[in-house]
Protein backbone atom coordinates (compact mmCIF):
# COMPACT_ATOMS: atom_id res chain seq x y z
CA UNK A 1 0.00 0.00 0.00
CA UNK A 2 2.87 2.18 1.29
CA UNK A 3 4.47 1.65 -2.13
CA UNK A 4 1.08 2.16 -4.65
CA UNK A 5 1.29 5.33 -2.60
CA UNK A 6 4.71 6.55 -3.26
CA UNK A 7 4.14 5.73 -6.84
CA UNK A 8 1.42 7.39 -7.66
CA UNK A 9 2.71 10.77 -5.45
CA UNK A 10 5.65 10.63 -8.02
CA UNK A 11 3.47 10.02 -11.38
CA UNK A 12 1.08 12.73 -9.90
CA UNK A 13 4.81 14.92 -9.67
CA UNK A 14 5.78 14.65 -13.01
CA UNK A 15 2.41 14.98 -14.42
CA UNK A 16 2.33 18.39 -12.71
CA UNK A 17 5.55 19.51 -13.55
CA UNK A 18 4.75 18.75 -17.27
CA UNK A 19 2.12 20.80 -16.74
CA UNK A 20 4.10 23.41 -15.07
CA UNK A 21 6.49 23.24 -18.34
CA UNK A 22 3.74 23.20 -20.89
CA UNK A 23 2.34 26.50 -19.58
CA UNK A 24 5.24 28.33 -19.14
CA UNK A 25 6.27 27.22 -22.92
CA UNK A 26 2.97 28.31 -23.84
CA UNK A 27 3.65 31.87 -22.10
CA UNK A 28 7.23 31.86 -23.62
CA UNK A 29 6.60 31.08 -27.68
CA UNK A 30 4.67 34.44 -28.56
CA UNK A 31 7.88 36.31 -27.15
CA UNK A 32 10.29 33.92 -28.65
CA UNK A 33 7.58 34.25 -31.91
CA UNK A 34 7.78 37.58 -32.08
CA UNK A 35 11.30 37.56 -31.84
CA UNK A 36 11.79 35.78 -34.87
CA UNK A 37 9.78 36.83 -36.89
CA UNK A 38 11.31 40.48 -36.10
CA UNK A 39 14.12 39.52 -38.14
CA UNK A 40 12.29 37.51 -41.02
CA UNK A 41 12.38 38.66 -44.33
CA UNK A 42 8.84 40.24 -45.67
CA UNK A 43 8.46 36.73 -48.42
CA UNK A 44 8.86 34.48 -45.02
CA UNK A 45 6.72 36.75 -42.12
CA UNK A 46 4.16 37.65 -45.15
CA UNK A 47 4.01 33.92 -46.01
CA UNK A 48 3.74 32.18 -42.51
CA UNK A 49 7.05 30.79 -42.98
CA UNK A 50 8.37 31.56 -39.45
CA UNK A 51 7.91 29.29 -36.67
CA UNK A 52 10.08 28.39 -34.31
CA UNK A 53 13.44 30.35 -36.07
CA UNK A 54 14.15 33.30 -38.29
CA UNK A 55 13.48 32.72 -42.09
CA UNK A 56 15.77 34.65 -44.34
CA UNK A 57 17.06 36.46 -41.76
CA UNK A 58 17.22 40.50 -41.96
CA UNK A 59 17.55 43.59 -39.55
CA UNK A 60 15.60 45.72 -42.04
CA UNK A 61 12.69 45.93 -39.41
CA UNK A 62 14.74 47.30 -37.13
CA UNK A 63 16.60 49.33 -39.20
CA UNK A 64 13.13 51.32 -39.89
CA UNK A 65 12.55 51.29 -36.09
CA UNK A 66 15.73 52.52 -34.67
CA UNK A 67 16.85 54.49 -37.80
CA UNK A 68 16.17 57.80 -36.55
CA UNK A 69 17.01 59.60 -33.67
CA UNK A 70 13.52 60.15 -32.60
CA UNK A 71 13.03 56.65 -31.15
CA UNK A 72 15.32 56.99 -28.73
CA UNK A 73 13.86 60.22 -27.93
CA UNK A 74 10.52 58.87 -27.44
CA UNK A 75 12.09 55.61 -25.81
CA UNK A 76 13.63 58.58 -23.04
CA UNK A 77 10.44 59.90 -22.56
CA UNK A 78 8.79 56.52 -21.90
CA UNK A 79 11.10 55.71 -19.70
CA UNK A 80 11.19 59.13 -17.82
CA UNK A 81 7.15 58.75 -17.61
CA UNK A 82 7.63 55.45 -16.28
CA UNK A 83 10.18 55.90 -13.32
CA UNK A 84 8.49 59.33 -12.28
CA UNK A 85 4.85 57.98 -12.79
CA UNK A 86 4.91 55.32 -10.75
CA UNK A 87 7.04 57.14 -7.72
CA UNK A 88 3.85 59.60 -8.34
CA UNK A 89 1.34 57.24 -8.39
CA UNK A 90 3.19 55.06 -5.25
CA UNK A 91 3.33 58.12 -3.17
CA UNK A 92 0.02 59.32 -3.71
CA UNK A 93 -1.38 55.39 -2.96
CA UNK A 94 0.55 55.22 -0.41
CA UNK A 95 -0.27 58.20 1.33
CA UNK A 96 -4.48 57.64 0.31
CA UNK A 97 -4.74 53.92 1.04
CA UNK A 98 -2.97 54.92 4.63
CA UNK A 99 -5.79 57.50 5.30
CA UNK A 100 -8.52 55.43 4.08
CA UNK A 101 -7.69 52.28 5.92
CA UNK A 102 -8.24 54.01 9.34
CA UNK A 103 -11.63 53.22 11.07
CA UNK A 104 -14.23 56.31 10.78
CA UNK A 105 -14.26 56.87 14.33
CA UNK A 106 -10.00 58.31 13.45
CA UNK A 107 -10.71 59.40 10.14
CA UNK A 108 -14.65 60.70 9.77
CA UNK A 109 -14.34 61.50 5.72
CA UNK A 110 -13.17 58.26 5.01
CA UNK A 111 -16.85 57.43 3.38
CA UNK A 112 -17.48 60.14 1.66
CA UNK A 113 -13.77 60.14 -0.14
CA UNK A 114 -14.17 56.47 -0.36
CA UNK A 115 -17.31 57.00 -2.14
CA UNK A 116 -16.15 59.66 -4.55
CA UNK A 117 -13.42 57.41 -5.67
CA UNK A 118 -15.67 54.74 -6.33
CA UNK A 119 -17.78 56.38 -7.85
CA UNK A 120 -15.00 58.47 -9.99
CA UNK A 121 -13.90 54.32 -10.85
CA UNK A 122 -17.53 53.03 -12.17
CA UNK A 123 -18.17 56.38 -13.98
CA UNK A 124 -15.71 57.74 -16.17
CA UNK A 125 -16.96 61.40 -17.85
CA UNK A 126 -15.43 60.71 -20.98
CA UNK A 127 -12.68 61.52 -23.65
CA UNK A 128 -13.37 65.21 -23.92
CA UNK A 129 -14.09 66.38 -20.50
CA UNK A 130 -10.26 64.96 -19.69
CA UNK A 131 -8.68 66.49 -22.38
CA UNK A 132 -10.31 69.79 -21.85
CA UNK A 133 -9.09 69.62 -18.09
CA UNK A 134 -5.88 68.47 -19.09
CA UNK A 135 -5.36 71.82 -21.45
CA UNK A 136 -6.60 73.91 -18.83
CA UNK A 137 -4.02 72.62 -16.23
CA UNK A 138 -1.46 73.33 -19.28
CA UNK A 139 -0.37 69.79 -19.43
CA UNK A 140 -0.35 69.64 -23.52
CA UNK A 141 3.18 68.68 -24.49
CA UNK A 142 4.56 68.36 -20.76
CA UNK A 143 6.02 65.13 -19.24
CA UNK A 144 4.26 65.93 -16.20
CA UNK A 145 0.90 65.61 -18.24
CA UNK A 146 1.89 62.35 -19.17
CA UNK A 147 2.81 61.18 -15.57
CA UNK A 148 -0.42 63.23 -13.96
CA UNK A 149 -3.02 62.06 -16.10
CA UNK A 150 -3.05 58.30 -14.75
CA UNK A 151 -1.52 59.37 -11.04
CA UNK A 152 -4.39 57.68 -9.26
CA UNK A 153 -5.18 53.79 -10.41
CA UNK A 154 -7.99 53.39 -8.31
CA UNK A 155 -8.36 49.36 -8.10
CA UNK A 156 -4.11 49.54 -7.13
CA UNK A 157 -5.47 52.18 -4.76
CA UNK A 158 -8.10 49.85 -3.43
CA UNK A 159 -5.47 47.00 -2.75
CA UNK A 160 -2.95 49.08 -1.18
CA UNK A 161 -5.63 50.21 1.22
CA UNK A 162 -6.67 46.56 1.72
CA UNK A 163 -3.52 45.38 2.87
CA UNK A 164 -2.98 48.26 5.16
CA UNK A 165 -6.23 47.54 6.75
CA UNK A 166 -5.14 43.94 7.47
CA UNK A 167 -1.64 44.85 8.61
CA UNK A 168 -1.47 44.29 12.86
CA UNK A 169 -2.95 47.21 15.01
CA UNK A 170 -0.45 46.17 17.47
CA UNK A 171 2.48 47.61 15.63
CA UNK A 172 1.07 50.80 15.39
CA UNK A 173 0.14 51.07 18.83
CA UNK A 174 3.22 50.35 20.32
CA UNK A 175 5.02 52.89 17.86
CA UNK A 176 2.24 55.47 19.66
CA UNK A 177 3.45 54.63 22.77
CA UNK A 178 7.32 55.24 21.92
CA UNK A 179 6.24 58.31 20.52
CA UNK A 180 5.72 57.97 16.97
CA UNK A 181 3.36 60.62 14.74
CA UNK A 182 1.51 59.52 11.57
CA UNK A 183 4.23 60.28 9.15
CA UNK A 184 6.94 58.41 11.27
CA UNK A 185 4.40 55.40 11.69
CA UNK A 186 3.81 55.25 7.71
CA UNK A 187 6.71 55.59 6.44
CA UNK A 188 9.23 53.53 9.27
CA UNK A 189 6.34 51.18 9.96
CA UNK A 190 3.88 50.69 7.28
CA UNK A 191 5.66 50.57 4.44
CA UNK A 192 8.81 48.82 5.36
CA UNK A 193 6.03 45.79 6.47
CA UNK A 194 4.26 45.96 3.20
CA UNK A 195 7.25 45.51 0.58
CA UNK A 196 6.15 42.55 -1.18
CA UNK A 197 2.35 44.10 -1.82
CA UNK A 198 4.56 47.90 -3.16
CA UNK A 199 6.87 45.82 -5.30
CA UNK A 200 3.96 43.80 -6.62
CA UNK A 201 1.79 47.94 -6.95
CA UNK A 202 5.01 49.14 -8.53
CA UNK A 203 5.08 46.31 -11.26
CA UNK A 204 1.21 46.87 -11.94
CA UNK A 205 2.03 50.78 -12.56
CA UNK A 206 5.30 50.76 -14.09
CA UNK A 207 3.74 48.41 -17.05
CA UNK A 208 0.65 50.56 -17.61
CA UNK A 209 2.93 53.93 -17.56
CA UNK A 210 4.60 51.72 -20.25
CA UNK A 211 2.26 50.19 -22.32
CA UNK A 212 -0.15 52.91 -22.69
CA UNK A 213 0.07 54.84 -25.92
CA UNK A 214 -3.50 56.85 -26.46
CA UNK A 215 -2.63 59.32 -23.80
CA UNK A 216 0.28 60.45 -25.31
CA UNK A 217 -0.93 60.84 -28.70
CA UNK A 218 -3.49 63.15 -27.17
CA UNK A 219 -1.25 65.13 -24.91
CA UNK A 220 1.10 65.61 -27.70
CA UNK A 221 1.16 67.76 -30.52
CA UNK A 222 3.93 66.40 -32.52
CA UNK A 223 5.82 63.52 -32.35
CA UNK A 224 8.49 65.48 -30.49
CA UNK A 225 6.64 64.69 -27.55
CA UNK A 226 5.62 61.32 -28.12
CA UNK A 227 6.47 58.27 -25.84
CA UNK A 228 7.50 55.34 -27.06
CA UNK A 229 4.36 53.17 -28.03
CA UNK A 230 2.70 56.51 -28.99
CA UNK A 231 5.83 56.96 -31.73
CA UNK A 232 5.81 53.20 -32.69
CA UNK A 233 1.93 53.25 -33.38
CA UNK A 234 1.83 56.82 -35.70
CA UNK A 235 5.19 55.38 -37.18
CA UNK A 236 3.08 52.79 -38.69
CA UNK A 237 -0.21 53.90 -39.04
CA UNK A 238 0.86 57.40 -41.12
CA UNK A 239 3.41 56.07 -43.50
CA UNK A 240 3.46 58.27 -46.22
CA UNK A 241 5.43 56.47 -49.13
CA UNK A 242 5.08 59.59 -51.29
CA UNK A 243 7.04 61.65 -48.87
CA UNK A 244 9.75 58.65 -49.02
CA UNK A 245 12.86 59.20 -50.84
CA UNK A 246 14.03 56.16 -53.73
CA UNK A 247 16.49 54.63 -50.62
CA UNK A 248 13.26 54.77 -47.97
CA UNK A 249 11.23 53.79 -50.44
CA UNK A 250 13.62 50.29 -51.49
CA UNK A 251 13.57 49.72 -48.11
CA UNK A 252 10.21 49.77 -47.15
CA UNK A 253 9.77 47.03 -50.11
CA UNK A 254 11.86 45.09 -48.45
CA UNK A 255 9.84 45.62 -44.83
CA UNK A 256 6.91 43.43 -43.95
CA UNK A 257 4.06 45.27 -41.83
CA UNK A 258 4.16 41.56 -39.51
CA UNK A 259 8.26 41.79 -39.27
CA UNK A 260 7.78 45.68 -38.06
CA UNK A 261 5.01 45.02 -35.40
CA UNK A 262 6.64 41.82 -34.05
CA UNK A 263 10.15 44.44 -33.61
CA UNK A 264 7.97 47.22 -32.15
CA UNK A 265 6.74 44.82 -30.12
CA UNK A 266 9.99 42.48 -29.07
CA UNK A 267 11.91 46.46 -28.42
CA UNK A 268 8.95 47.69 -26.41
CA UNK A 269 8.72 44.11 -23.77
CA UNK A 270 12.29 44.46 -23.10
CA UNK A 271 12.49 46.75 -20.12
CA UNK A 272 9.88 45.53 -18.32
CA UNK A 273 11.82 41.98 -18.77
CA UNK A 274 14.83 43.64 -17.29
CA UNK A 275 12.59 44.95 -14.52
CA UNK A 276 10.30 42.23 -14.04
CA UNK A 277 13.17 39.70 -12.42
CA UNK A 278 14.30 42.10 -9.55
CA UNK A 279 10.72 42.12 -8.47
CA UNK A 280 10.00 38.48 -9.09
CA UNK A 281 10.84 37.30 -5.29
CA UNK A 282 8.26 39.59 -3.78
CA UNK A 283 5.19 38.99 -6.86
CA UNK A 284 3.62 35.76 -5.20
CA UNK A 285 4.02 36.91 -1.66
CA UNK A 286 2.65 40.73 -2.58
CA UNK A 287 -0.09 39.14 -4.76
CA UNK A 288 -1.72 37.57 -1.55
CA UNK A 289 -3.14 41.16 -0.49
CA UNK A 290 -5.03 39.87 1.98
CA UNK A 291 -2.52 38.64 3.97
CA UNK A 292 -1.89 39.40 7.59
CA UNK A 293 1.98 39.66 8.44
CA UNK A 294 2.96 38.72 11.89
Not at 32 to 46: E, P, R, V
Request: charged share 10%; glycine share 6%.
Amino acid sequence: MVQRKTLGTRIFTVFLYLLMALLALSCLYPIWYAFCLSFSDKTAANSGMVTFFPVGFTTVSYSEIMGDWKFFHSFWISILRSVLGTIVSLLVMITMGYALSKPKRLFKARNIIMWIVMFCMVFNSGVIPWYITMVNYRAIDTIWGLVLCGGLPVFNLLLVMNFFRNLPQNLEEAALVDGAGPWRILFSIVVPCSVPMLATIILFTSVGYWNEFFQGMVLSSSDAHYPLQTYIQQMVVNTQTNMLNPDELKLMSQLSNKSLDAAKIFIAMIPMLVVYPFLQKYFVTGIMLGAVKE
